[in-house]
């Protein structure tokens, strides 16, 4: 591979090739995009365990936890347990532009942190919920299924802020006081998801197994703990390469996630960080909350005992 460029004794390679099918974008879009941004993008990945999804010419997409053997030895990892695979991971700190630059020229499109950082591994530091549209286009029904996380959060005495996940949902983040148990995190995420489904359940539900949602816009609470979240800023593997984008509440509905790309986004951005200026100052979760979520089973361990028992039905049936 040639060398085009050298960037903070970054060499990158191949910065004409297409970035992958339907991209709209080549690897210098890529490798622009996430040097303008860097300033934005660095704060919400820095100490922060790091998975990636990169594209590799004439492959399929795959997410990178691992940092691979041919890293060079100046980015730092650390190393976790993941239960997932039962083994432990080396993880990258994408913690300086430099760093940012070599998983760019790795064609590492996606930044997926995870909420918590690594010197503080049992206190998140965001509650977020991940909402999901049914099959199809169907962005203005996760608008209004965001407002109702929003008046949910506003019932309960908290506030968030909201961005694209640089798909077809959004994703409202709450910042948290430190010090939070990631069980009572976890819980109170679940509450909120329930209580905004009881403010309009013909909009959104809490259903975690797909074919129980009715075409609904799902309130997925599953991210905690240990749970990674696209970071705001990072490009997705999609065509046209839309990136996940902090938006307003008020402007929610007169916007769309292809608005936001690789190729538009540092232009809507000027010289703002709207991600941390519209993120509230970190909160404390009412007793009432955590008390309530509970009381509400895990989706996952739920959805699996459902499943279970739906098998067991039908090879009676």
Request: aromatic share 6%; net charge neutral.
């Amino acid at each position: 591979m040639s060398t085009d460029e050298v960037r903070d004794d970054v060499a990158l390679t191949n910065l004409d090739q297409p970035l992958f099918d339907d991209a709209g974008a080549t690897k210098r879009d890529l490798v622009d995009y996430l040097d303008a941004v860097r300033d934005r993008m660095i704060p919400a990945l820095r100490g922060r365990p790091l998975s990636v999804v990169r594209v590799r010419q004439g492959q399929a997409p795959f997410m990178q936890k691992n940092v691979p053997t041919y890293a060079p030895s100046w980015i730092a990892t650390v190393t976790l347990w993941a239960e997932t695979s039962r083994r432990e991971v080396s993880y990258a700190l994408c913690d300086d532009r430099k760093t940012l630059l070599w998983f760019a020229n790795q064609r590492a499109v996606e930044y997926h942190p995870t909420l918590m950082r690594a010197d503080n591994r049992e206190h998140p530091t965001h509650l977020v919920l991940d909402l999901d549209p049914p099959a199809g286009d169907a962005f203005p029904s996760v608008v209004g299924a965001a407002h109702l996380v929003r008046q949910a959060l506003a019932d309960s005495g908290l506030a968030g802020a909201v961005k694209t996940s640089g798909a077809k949902g959004l994703h409202v983040f709450v910042p948290l006081i430190d010090g939070l148990a990631t069980p009572d995190v976890a819980a109170a995420t679940r509450a909120l998801a329930a209580r905004a489904e009881r403010l309009d359940p013909a909009l959104a539900t809490t259903a975690f197994i797909r074919e129980d949602r009715e075409g609904k816009v799902f309130l997925d609470s599953t991210r905690a703990g240990g749970a990674t979240v696209v970071a705001a800023y990072s490009p997705r593997v999609r065509p046209g390469v839309p990136v996940s984008f902090p938006v307003a509440w008020d402007d929610l509905d007169r916007v769309t996630p292809g608005d936001f790309t690789v190729r538009t986004a540092v232009g809507l951005l000027g010289d703002g960080d709207p991600w941390a200026e519209l993120m509230p100052a970190a909160q404390a979760l009412p007793d009432d909350l955590v008390a309530e979520g509970h009381t509400i089973p895990i989706a996952r361990v739920a959805a699996m005992h459902e499943g279970k028992r739906r098998a067991r039905a039908a090879r009676k049936g």
